[in-house]
């Protein structure tokens, strides 16, 4: 795998994190126009109820994962090599690790949207009708969050396979 292979590959990681902070900082704007505050502190933002899955759980989500954690992960795929003179173990698990937090952090970006805006307009009109919406959540959040530990184990996989590979992996999965 030569450097030009890899930094393809940590290309899209880049992307999507400049994307997420562009989805993230709208949120945030969003979330403080006075109309939109006033609903968001009508339903519970930020300590509880339908609220607290918009702001803060949605927003600091995007930005953190989406943005933060994104970025994070594509400079240490990069500064690895320099640092140990390795080669990094395994480029299928660069991009397993860019789709499984990709999926994930979306699917719980909208997750946390789609309930809190779904549940907070119920807190309104029915509010009895919130515990037979909200049972959907649970399974819905364990999955997209189930989606995303996988991408962070196979980070950390690769991080640890890079480190302790004995050789400079030549022959070892690409
Ligand atoms: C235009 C940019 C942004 C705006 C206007 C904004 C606005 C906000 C607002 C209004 C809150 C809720 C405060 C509350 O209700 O208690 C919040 C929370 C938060 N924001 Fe942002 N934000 C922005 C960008 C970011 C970025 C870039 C990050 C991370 C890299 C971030 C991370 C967070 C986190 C972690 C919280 C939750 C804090 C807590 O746990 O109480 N925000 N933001
Ligand atoms: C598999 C990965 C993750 C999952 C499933 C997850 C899930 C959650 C959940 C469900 C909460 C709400 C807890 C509650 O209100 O009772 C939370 C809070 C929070 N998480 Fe995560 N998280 C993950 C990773 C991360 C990462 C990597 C960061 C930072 C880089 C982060 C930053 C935060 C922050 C700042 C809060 C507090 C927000 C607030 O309520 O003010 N999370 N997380």
Same mark, same amino acid.
């Not at 919130?130 to 530990?149: K, Q, V």
């Given at each position: 795998?030569?450097?030009?292979? !890899?930094?393809?590959?940590? !290309?899209?990681?880049?992307?999507?994190?400049?994307?997420?902070?562009?989805?993230?900082?709208?949120?945030?704007?969003?979330?403080?126009?006075?109309?939109?505050?006033?609903?968001?502190? $009508?339903?519970?933002?930020?300590?509880?109820?339908?609220?607290?899955?918009?702001?803060?759980?949605?927003?600091?989500?995007?930005?953190?994962?989406?943005?933060?954690? !994104?970025?994070?992960?594509? @400079?240490?795929?990069?500064?690895?090599?320099?640092?140990?003179?390795?080669?990094?173990?395994?480029?299928?698990?660069?991009?397993? @690790?860019?789709?499984?937090? $990709?999926?994930?952090?979306?699917?719980?970006?909208?997750?946390?949207?789609?309930?809190?805006?779904?549940?907070?307009?119920?807190?309104? $009109?029915?509010?009895?009708?919130?515990?037979?919406?909200?049972?959907?959540?649970?399974?819905?959040?364990?999955?997209?969050?189930? @989606?995303?530990?996988?991408?962070? $184990?196979?980070?950390?996989?690769?991080?640890?396979?890079?480190? @302790?590979?004995?050789?400079?992996?030549?022959?070892?999965?690409?």
């Amino acid at each position: 795998m030569s450097t030009d292979i !890899l930094h393809r590959h940590l !290309l899209k990681f880049l992307l999507l994190s400049a994307f997420s902070f562009f989805v993230g900082t709208v949120h945030g704007t969003l979330q403080v126009v006075p109309p939109i505050r006033a609903w968001l502190d $009508s339903i519970g933002s930020p300590y509880g109820g339908p609220g607290h899955m918009i702001d803060p759980l949605a927003h600091a989500h995007m930005n953190l994962i989406g943005g933060v954690v !994104l970025l994070v992960m594509s @400079t240490t795929f990069f500064l690895l090599p320099i640092f140990t003179g390795k080669k990094i173990y395994s480029i299928k698990l660069v991009d397993h @690790t860019f789709w499984w937090v $990709s999926v994930g952090v979306y699917s719980f970006y909208i997750i946390q949207m789609v309930f809190g805006i779904w549940e907070g307009l119920l807190l309104h $009109s029915s509010p009895q009708d919130i515990p037979a919406a909200h049972r959907f959540y649970g399974p819905a959040i364990a999955i997209s969050s189930f @989606t995303m530990l996988v991408g962070f $184990s196979a980070y950390l996989a690769n991080v640890l396979l890079t480190v @302790t590979a004995s050789s400079n992996n030549k022959s070892g999965p690409q």
